[in-house]
């Protein structure tokens, strides 16, 4: 009974940290995995912990983070060709979890054997399917080398939150990534306006000037200063339309 409660206590412990985790909250991909890792083998005392990310139209799998002997390992090169391993795959796809108490006699890990169990010394494996809007984009793995072990109900709760967080961090990263592309094409949009010899300019509907380029205020003999301030709804400006009649407030540009 007290060993269940250190092992409840270690794995809620890991998981507030995650919990309050900035990397997370801000999207860095990179750093989160890593962090996740890390807490994946401190919340369960596994021997490591592997984050599998599908690529190439989910063909392949990419381990793309590793807590290994007490630090984060290169896995840049680590991949899987799913075609390789059906059973595993299958059973990973269809199950919430694959709790495996001993890799080298259970017939979902047979494939996976000489290639992946072996050479690393693992004996036992908890995975869980990471999914993103109703589909498997990765898994994680908690693995650990030299014995059997049978995986208690607290540790695979703990896998199976894991793998949660770890669809957060992904939907954060993606977030984060679109944040940037929009930054840079905003950067890049008014570097191109900037560089215009006409004279460009972006009103609100309420008249204020959004945005406008040094050849604007210069075409209308105007300072910079006074068009942040100013609206083209104050008294003493004249629009008209293309054709020179007058232009209703109604119909200017915002």
Same mark, same amino acid.
């Given at each position: 009974?007290?060993?269940?409660?250190?092992?409840?206590?270690?794995?809620?412990?890991?998981?507030?940290?995650?919990?309050?985790?900035?990397?997370?909250? %801000?999207?860095?991909?990179?750093?989160?995995?890593?962090?996740? =890792?890390?807490? =994946?083998? %401190?919340?369960?005392?596994?021997?490591?912990?592997?984050?599998?990310?599908?690529?190439?139209?989910?063909?392949?799998?990419?381990?793309?983070?590793?807590?290994?002997?007490?630090?984060?390992?290169?896995?840049?090169?680590?991949?899987?060709?799913?075609?390789?391993?059906?059973?595993?795959?299958?059973?990973?796809?269809?199950?919430?979890?694959?709790?495996?108490?001993?890799?080298?006699?259970?017939?979902?890990?047979?494939?996976?054997?000489?290639?992946?169990?072996?050479?690393?010394?693992?004996?036992?494996?908890?995975?869980?399917?990471?999914?993103?809007?109703?589909?498997?984009?990765?898994?994680?793995?908690?693995?650990?080398? =030299?014995?059997?072990? !049978?995986?208690?109900?607290?540790?695979?709760?703990?896998?199976? !939150?894991?793998?949660?967080?770890?669809?957060? =961090?992904?939907?954060?990263?993606?977030?984060?990534?679109?944040?940037?592309?929009?930054?840079?094409?905003?950067?890049?949009?008014?570097?191109?306006?900037?560089?215009?010899?006409?004279?460009?300019?972006?009103?609100?509907?309420?008249?204020?000037?959004?945005?406008?380029?040094?050849?604007?205020?210069?075409?209308?003999?105007?300072?910079?200063?006074?068009?942040?301030?100013?609206?083209?709804?104050?008294?003493?400006?004249?629009?008209?339309?293309?054709?020179?009649?007058?232009?209703?407030?109604?119909?200017?540009?915002?």
């Amino acid at each position: 009974l007290r060993d269940g409660a250190e092992r409840l206590r270690r794995a809620n412990a890991a998981l507030l940290e995650l919990a309050r985790s900035e990397r997370i909250a %801000q999207g860095d991909l990179v750093a989160s995995l890593n962090e996740i =890792a890390t807490a =994946a083998v %401190q919340g369960t005392g596994v021997d490591r912990a592997s984050i599998w990310m599908f690529e190439e139209n989910d063909t392949r799998l990419r381990c793309v983070s590793r807590f290994d002997k007490g630090a984060i390992a290169d896995t840049s090169q680590h991949t899987i060709r799913v075609a390789d391993y059906p059973t595993y795959f299958e059973a990973i796809t269809r199950d919430r979890l694959v709790s495996i108490a001993d890799v080298l006699s259970d017939p979902r890990t047979a494939e996976l054997r000489r290639d992946y169990f072996q050479p690393a010394a693992i004996t036992a494996t908890l995975d869980a399917g990471v999914r993103l809007h109703g589909r498997l984009v990765g898994i994680i793995c908690l693995e650990d080398r =030299a014995h059997r072990r !049978s995986w208690k109900s607290e540790e695979e709760l703990f896998v199976g !939150s894991i793998a949660d967080i770890i669809a957060l =961090a992904v939907q954060a990263g993606e977030r984060r990534c679109i944040e940037d592309a929009l930054r840079q094409s905003e950067e890049a949009y008014r570097s191109v306006v900037a560089a215009l010899a006409e004279g460009v300019m972006v009103i609100h509907r309420d008249g204020s000037f959004a945005t406008f380029n040094d050849s604007a205020a210069d075409i209308l003999g105007l300072t910079a200063d006074y068009l942040r301030s100013h609206r083209l709804t104050d008294p003493g400006w004249d629009c008209v339309a293309a054709d020179g009649s007058p232009l209703p407030p109604g119909d200017y540009p915002g």
